[in-house]
């Protein structure tokens, strides 16, 4: 794990002195949008215009920032529009590599061997992490993003010439509920299990854990109302926080410490998680092997045997009665 600084790779763990044993997730630094014509995007940012094959994710199916936009390419039927590389699970000294172990694809758009090459390529004097998702421009060359939270409302409308048009998972009378929604998720939940993993004193790991499983309850009970979050479709804010729920007892449980309670022990939470993996074309974008294997194996300060637990046994398959 490290990061780039102008340019060159340093193998650096994060920085939470500064902060007080606290995790901090930095922004994200490339913030282009894709739109339908090319236009800026929401905020102004530079637009670039949709097309099919004009544009490549860089993934890992560990991630579950990353694993958000392999839903959307999933559901919005962008899969034949938008190519992917999948990097190995394993983040060790030079971050995220390319290589040929099961599940991987490498890339075949700039032939690197490593990420960070990639985003040098973009910017020779970048400095600042280098993570997934990167959605990538073959003709300009360069990164339009490496926001998940954009990259999805990208691939929601601004590829609808070429996908599903007919699935909007932020339809405009939900905005308002999803973004409050995600701001609260987000924290709480998506960040939150970081927060509490990544913390390197107690009370920076007390305060996310207790905000984590107080929303958690929250979600329990919401989930008794309705099928999904907002209603009886699923939204952006339903997958949101699927990628996260599906890691949480394999993962987050027991390697972020966030072990008050299981999914498995939410009645509601986790009938709504089957659910949502049940979803046609959903559980192929999901890969505990490289799940496991990256949590419990790259971060060597948390586990340093890199010893990966062999459960939970859980039957993902089995009727979710949410219907
Ligand atoms: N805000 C970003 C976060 C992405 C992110 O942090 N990805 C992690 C993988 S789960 C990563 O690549 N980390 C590498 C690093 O921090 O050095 C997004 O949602 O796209």
């Not at 544009?55 to 991630?63: D, K």
């Not at 758009?109 to 280098?130: F, M, Q, S």
């Not at 987000?186 to 509490?196: H, I, L, Q």
Request: proline residues 5%; negative net charge.
């Amino acid at each position: 794990m490290g990061l780039l600084v102008d340019g060159v790779w340093r193998d650096e763990w994060y920085d939470t002195k500064s902060t007080g044993g606290s995790f901090e997730r930095k922004a994200s630094s490339f913030r282009h949008w894709v739109t339908a014509d090319g236009g800026p995007g929401p905020d102004g940012q530079k637009g670039f215009p949709a097309a099919t094959g004009r544009y490549h994710l860089y993934v890992s199916l560990a991630c579950p920032w990353a694993h958000r936009t392999l839903i959307y390419r999933k559901l919005k039927r962008l899969e034949d529009v938008i190519s992917i590389s999948v990097v190995d699970w394993l983040m060790a000294e030079e971050g995220w590599v390319f290589s040929e172990r099961e599940g991987t694809i490498p890339d075949t758009v700039n032939g690197c061997r490593r990420l960070h090459e990639v985003y040098v390529k973009a910017d020779p004097h970048y400095t600042g992490r280098v993570t997934v998702p990167v959605l990538w421009d073959k003709e300009t060359g360069t990164i339009v993003s490496n926001e998940s939270a954009e990259i999805i409302r990208m691939l929601n409308r601004g590829f609808d010439a070429f996908g599903d048009a007919s699935l909007d998972l932020a339809p405009d009378d939900l905005l308002p509920e999803i973004d409050a929604l995600n701001a609260q998720i987000y924290e709480t939940v998506n960040n939150g299990v970081y927060r509490c993993g990544f913390a390197t004193t107690q009370a920076a790991y007390e305060k996310p854990f207790h905000a984590l499983f107080e929303t958690l309850d929250g979600l329990e009970e919401r989930l008794a109302r309705s099928r999904y979050l907002l209603g009886e479709r699923f939204t952006e804010a339903d997958w949101r926080l699927f990628t996260t729920l599906i890691r949480f007892d394999a993962v987050y449980h027991g390697h972020f410490k966030c072990n008050a309670r299981r999914i498995a022990d939410y009645p509601n939470l986790f009938g709504y998680m089957l659910d949502l993996y049940q979803t046609p074309g959903i559980a192929e974008t999901v890969n505990f092997h490289h799940i496991k294997g990256h949590y419990y194996q790259s971060h060597k300060t948390i586990n340093p045997t890199g010893i990966v637990p062999l459960g939970p046994d859980q039957d993902l398959g089995r009727p979710h009665g949410r219907a």
